[in-house]
Every structure is written in structure tokens, then in C-alpha cells.
């Protein structure tokens, strides 16, 4: 794919970083584990080259942008001068906005002092941390590697950094968990007061390696559905509010660059496998290290008509608690969502599972839950 001007502003950057220590059971995300120095280095090189050929093609278009996401992969896996060099690239390539969400994912096992003390040096202030269970055994079960002891040790080190806005990811569903387990799990991630808090059902999807294992059975729909709304109860309890299918947040510390995305924000994606969007077109890189260090990029696009990507903008955006308001909707989409969708919206409202209240259109609680419903009438 040949780059070409962008129709309207981009409004957030995504990095991704594939390098990890090593692959976890149920990661289908693309990575490489256990790389050599060497590949990290030459992996900065071309990423750099790759921001210069954004820039050069006007992606950016000059106008700062609301937010950055660093994600991988384990991108803490980088050494502190790697680190240093990425982060001080972003800030010379890409205009952003003095309020920028600049944010970062974090496995607890890489994370330094040193390398906390450069993440805030060059305005990281939101740190995603990789805990996904606080049980050895379960850790154990999803292939995780390394020692939830090192967790707190991690918030701490960020917080003495001055990076305040920190986040910690838990997955349930796991293999043979309970309840008991899952509320465990809950209350050890809130006891450290972060400001968010990311909750994953368990997907056992093809190519994982727990897929590849068939002697492992997930806790079945209803102690899924228990432990989902268990979430909400006891986060609620610690000050949160469910924003999203699976996340919360304290009043204010709601993820603004998942949020842009959900609502069919644009954004730049850099590195293997980072897609892309523009307002109108989307495209992205190739899932393979080998094939993105190649001096030219085959970038693959995607050319889906108007209205089929109005009705995906849709959904996503019932994805939130707030869902849409008409006149945002429009704006973004160039769409009428009840001229789009009307009938399905009707028939999913008789249903249960979306409401219009406040004035705008969003997911009841059951909507949220068995969101799969609204995509298949949307869609």
C-alpha cells in the first residue's frame, strides 16, 4: 500500500512492540519471544523510519494529537537507553497536545527503577500493568511467567516516578478458578488504590497454545456471568464505575485513547501488526517482524463501504455505557444512526438490550453482557 494524504485529522498514535520474555498460553497477540539485543536495536531503527515516513506523508498533519498508546508484547522489555530512545522519537516526530494520555503497558517482571524514572522523564503518565491473577497456580494455568510478588513492588516504583494513573488488567475464567479465587484476585488488584482496572474473560481462541490444549475446560456461562457482575460490585466498592464491557475507572481516569477508538476516533498505528485509520480508509502492517523490517512496508488495506463501516462504528461505540449521541454519531460516521440501523435498533430495545435515556442511545446492563447479540443484529 502507497501512503496517502489522510482525510481528516489523526487524533491518537499506537506503538506497538513485540518483543517478550516469553509467550503466555493464551496470547494470540503477535509477538517475539526472547529476542537478541540485536533485534531490538534494529527493530528502533526501522521504527523510526517508519515515523519519519508518516510524517512525510502527512499523517500527522500537524495537528497534536490526544493521545499515545505503547503496547506490545512487553514494551518494558526494552532496555532504559531503548526506552529513552523510543520515547524521545515520539516526542520529535509527532506533535501532541500539552494534556496528552501517554500510556504505556508493563509486564511487573521489567520494570525497573531505572526504567520508571525514564518513562517519566519523558511524560509517560499512565501505566498499564500486566497482573492478569495474583495466584501462583492460576498464573500457572495461563502460561504466565514470573512472580506476583513483583506487582506491588512495580506500583510503587511508579509512583515514587510521579506517575500516578496506573492500571491493572486481571483475567477470570480461567481454567478450574473459582469464585473465591476471582474475588481474591479483585480485591488484591484494588488494595494498591489504582485509578483503573481492566477485566478479561478468559477467550480460549485458535492458535493459542491453550487451544492446543484440549484437556482444559473454562468455567462454564453462569459462574462467567457471576464473576463478571462480581467485578462490578467490587469495584464499585473501591470507587469505580464500569465504563466499558470489561473495564472500569475512577470518575475521570477512563482510558481516552480506548475510548477515541471505540468511538471511531482515528489514529496511527507503528510496528508489526499495528493497523491504522483515518476516518475513511483502514490499513495495516504485516503481522511478521521480518516482513515490517523490509525497506518498504506491504501494508494491507481495508475498503469497506460507507455504510458497513457506519454499522461497525456503531457497535463499537455500544461497547461503552454511554454509547452514542445522535449528533456525535453523525459527525464521526456522516450517518443517521436510526436512518442506518433503525429497525435492529427497534427490534434490540424490545429486547432489552439497548435503551435511549439521557438522550442517547446506549447498552442496558444485559447489553453490555451479551453484547454479541447487538453485533450480530448490527452488523
Given at each position: 500500500?502507497?501512503?496517502?494524504?489522510?482525510?481528516?485529522?489523526i487524533e491518537s498514535?499506537?506503538v506497538?512492540?513485540?518483543?517478550?520474555a516469553?509467550?503466555?498460553?493464551?496470547?494470540?497477540?503477535y509477538s517475539?519471544?526472547?529476542a537478541?539485543d540485536?533485534s531490538?536495536?534494529n527493530?528502533?531503527?526501522?521504527?523510526?523510519?517508519?515515523?519519519d515516513?508518516?510524517a512525510?506523508a502527512?499523517?500527522?498533519?500537524?495537528?497534536?494529537?490526544?493521545?499515545v498508546?505503547i503496547?506490545?508484547g512487553?514494551?518494558?522489555l526494552?532496555a532504559?537507553?531503548?526506552?529513552?530512545?523510543?520515547?524521545?522519537?515520539?516526542?520529535?516526530?509527532?506533535?501532541?497536545?500539552?494534556?496528552?494520555?501517554?500510556?504505556?503497558?508493563c509486564?511487573?517482571?521489567?520494570?525497573?527503577?531505572?526504567?520508571?524514572?525514564?518513562?517519566?522523564?519523558w511524560g509517560?503518565?499512565?501505566?498499564?500493568?500486566?497482573?492478569?491473577s495474583?495466584?501462583?497456580?492460576?498464573?500457572?494455568?495461563?502460561?504466565?511467567s514470573?512472580?506476583?510478588?513483583?506487582?506491588?513492588?512495580?506500583?510503587?516504583?511508579l509512583?515514587?516516578?510521579?506517575?500516578e494513573n496506573?492500571?491493572l488488567?486481571?483475567?477470570?475464567?480461567?481454567?478450574?478458578?473459582c469464585?473465591?479465587?476471582?474475588?481474591?484476585?479483585?480485591k488484591?488488584?484494588?488494595?494498591?488504590?489504582?485509578?483503573?482496572?481492566?477485566?478479561?474473560?478468559?477467550?480460549?481462541?485458535?492458535?493459542?497454545a491453550?487451544?492446543?490444549d484440549?484437556?482444559?475446560?473454562?468455567p462454564?456461562?453462569?459462574?462467567?456471568?457471576?464473576?463478571?457482575e462480581?467485578a462490578e460490585a467490587v469495584?464499585e466498592?473501591?470507587g469505580?464505575?464500569?465504563?466499558?464491557?470489561s473495564?472500569?475507572?475512577?470518575p475521570?481516569?477512563?482510558c481516552?485513547h480506548n475510548?477515541?477508538?471505540?468511538?471511531?476516533g482515528?489514529y496511527?498505528?507503528?510496528g508489526?501488526?499495528?493497523?491504522?485509520?483515518?476516518g475513511?480508509l483502514?490499513?495495516?502492517?504485516p503481522?511478521?517482524?521480518?516482513e515490517?523490517?523490509?525497506?518498504?512496508?506491504?501494508?494491507?488495506?481495508?475498503?469497506?463501504?460507507?455504510e458497513?463501516?457506519?454499522?461497525?462504528?456503531?457497535?463499537?461505540g455500544?461497547?461503552?455505557?454511554?454509547?452514542?449521541?445522535?449528533?456525535?454519531?453523525?459527525?464521526?460516521?456522516?450517518f443517521?444512526?436510526?436512518?442506518?440501523?433503525?429497525?435492529?435498533i427497534?427490534?434490540?430495545e424490545?429486547?432489552?438490550?439497548l435503551?435511549?435515556?439521557?438522550?442517547?442511545l446506549?447498552?442496558?446492563?444485559?447489553?453490555?453482557?451479551f453484547n454479541?447479540?447487538?453485533?450480530r443484529?448490527?452488523?
Amino acid at each position: 500500500m502507497t501512503l496517502h494524504p489522510i482525510k481528516t485529522s489523526i487524533e491518537s498514535l499506537y506503538v506497538h512492540i513485540p518483543f517478550c520474555a516469553s509467550k503466555c498460553s493464551y496470547c494470540v497477540f503477535y509477538s517475539v519471544p526472547a529476542a537478541p539485543d540485536s533485534s531490538r536495536l534494529n527493530f528502533l531503527a526501522r521504527l523510526l523510519l517508519e515515523f519519519d515516513e508518516h510524517a512525510a506523508a502527512g499523517k500527522t498533519d500537524g495537528r497534536p494529537m490526544s493521545s499515545v498508546f505503547i503496547g506490545g508484547g512487553t514494551p518494558t522489555l526494552l532496555a532504559p537507553l531503548e526506552l529513552e530512545a523510543l520515547l524521545r522519537a515520539i516526542r520529535s516526530r509527532f506533535p501532541l497536545r500539552p494534556d496528552v494520555e501517554f500510556s504505556i503497558e508493563c509486564n511487573p517482571e521489567t520494570l525497573t527503577e531505572e526504567k520508571a524514572a525514564v518513562l517519566s522523564a519523558w511524560g509517560v503518565n499512565r501505566v498499564s500493568l500486566g497482573a492478569q491473577s495474583f495466584s501462583s497456580g492460576l498464573r500457572a494455568r495461563l502460561g504466565r511467567s514470573g512472580d506476583p510478588g513483583r506487582i506491588g513492588p512495580a506500583v510503587r516504583m511508579l509512583r515514587r516516578q510521579g506517575i500516578e494513573n496506573i492500571g491493572l488488567d486481571l483475567i477470570y475464567a480461567i481454567p478450574g478458578q473459582c469464585m473465591k479465587e476471582w474475588e481474591a484476585d479483585l480485591k488484591a488488584a484494588l488494595a494498591f488504590g489504582p485509578q483503573h482496572l481492566s477485566t478479561y474473560s478468559l477467550t480460549i481462541e485458535e492458535g493459542s497454545a491453550l487451544a492446543a490444549d484440549g484437556s482444559l475446560q473454562a468455567p462454564d456461562e453462569a459462574l462467567a456471568v457471576e464473576m463478571w457482575e462480581t467485578a462490578e460490585a467490587v469495584a464499585e466498592s473501591a470507587g469505580m464505575r464500569r465504563y466499558e464491557i470489561s473495564n472500569f475507572a475512577v470518575p475521570g481516569f477512563e482510558c481516552r485513547h480506548n475510548l477515541s477508538a471505540w468511538h471511531a476516533g482515528t489514529y496511527l498505528g507503528c510496528g508489526p501488526a499495528a493497523c491504522s485509520f483515518d476516518g475513511v480508509l483502514r490499513w495495516g502492517n504485516p503481522a511478521s517482524l521480518e516482513e515490517w523490517m523490509q525497506p518498504e512496508i506491504r501494508r494491507e488495506e481495508d475498503r469497506i463501504p460507507p455504510e458497513a463501516r457506519a454499522a461497525e462504528s456503531l457497535l463499537f461505540g455500544l461497547r461503552t455505557v454511554d454509547g452514542w449521541e445522535p449528533c456525535e454519531f453523525k459527525e464521526r460516521s456522516g450517518f443517521d444512526f436510526l436512518e442506518l440501523r433503525g429497525p435492529q435498533i427497534r427490534k434490540l430495545e424490545a429486547e432489552g438490550l439497548l435503551e435511549f435515556r439521557d438522550g442517547r442511545l446506549r447498552p442496558t446492563r444485559r447489553g453490555l453482557l451479551f453484547n454479541d447479540a447487538i453485533g450480530r443484529e448490527l452488523l
